[in-house]
T-cell receptor, first 117, second 111 residues
Framework: DTGVSQDPRHKITKRGQNVTFRCDPI?????LYWYRQTLGQGPEFLTY????????KSRLLSDRFSAERPKGSFSTLEIQRTEQGDSAMYLC???????????????FGEGSRLTVL | DQQVKQNSPSLSVQEGRISILNCDYT??????FLWYKKYPAEGPTFLIS?????DKNEDGRFTVFLNKSAKHLSLHIVPSQPGDSAVYFC??????????FGAGTRLTVKP
């Protein structure tokens, strides 16, 4: 397995446009997370899925942000009507939720960098 | 809400010496703590973790110490190597739910 992959790696868009990022987790992982990271800050939690169920979405930054994981495999993060303040690195991570041996470790992708002009 | 804090944005250490990175947290419900390492243009990678039932976990040159009463943990790297130069993030989770990260400490190990 090649790890968590994210696409695109870089996206430049104009304010007001919609953007969508895709994340392909490690294949056997049932949990998938989205984080945002801005310069000088740590990853900021946005939402996560266990299989196809979105277990937490209250920390999505606004109603312009939405995420899906329709078949419990890949996930998409969409930002509608982008604003300059949305410029950041969007990180995806996956993990295996195993009540007996879960280490809590997240495996991160390389991120999708968004620049809103 | 900064539930996980890394108050030192940077640390510089001589090769061969000990590096100590610190982290404080405010949420007493956190029961799992991790350190991640990040190189430029890469996502964070897991380094070491500790459960709240322990106060120390060691893995080679890396040791994490947890002081629950002080809500403080630290990462010790000894001996430090130039390849350890990276940004280190402290992270914590409660009951295996979403993980919260600190702002990171940039470690520079000088040859």
């Amino acid at each position: 397995d090649t790890g968590v992959s994210q696409d695109p790696r870089h996206k430049i868009t104009k304010r007001g446009q919609n953007v969508t990022f895709r994340c392909d987790p490690i294949s056997e992982h049932n949990r998938l997370y989205w984080y945002r990271q801005t310069l000088g800050q740590g990853p900021e939690f946005l939402t996560y899925f266990q299989n196809e169920a979105q277990l937490e979405k209250s920390r999505l930054l606004s109603d312009r942000f939405s995420a899906e994981r329709p078949k419990g495999s890949f996930s998409t993060l969409e930002i509608q009507r982008t604003e300059q303040g949305d410029s950041a690195m969007y990180l995806c991570a996956s993990s295996l939720e195993d009540h007996q041996q879960n280490t809590g470790e997240l495996f991160f992708g390389e991120g999708s960098r968004l620049t809103v002009l | 809400d900064q539930q996980v804090k890394q108050n030192s944005p940077s640390l510089s250490v001589q090769e061969g010496r000990i590096s100590i990175l610190n982290c404080d947290y405010t949420n007493s419900m956190f029961d799992y703590f991790l350190w991640y390492k990040k190189y430029p243009a890469e996502g964070p990678t897991f380094l070491i973790s500790i459960s709240s039932i322990k106060d120390k976990n060691e893995d080679g040159r890396f040791t994490v110490f947890l002081n629950k009463s002080a809500k403080h943990l630290s990462l010790h790297i000894v001996p430090s190597q130039p390849g350890d130069s990276a940004v280190y993030f402290c992270a914590a989770s409660a009951h295996n739910n979403d993980m919260r990260f600190g702002a990171g400490t940039r470690l520079t190990v000088k040859p």
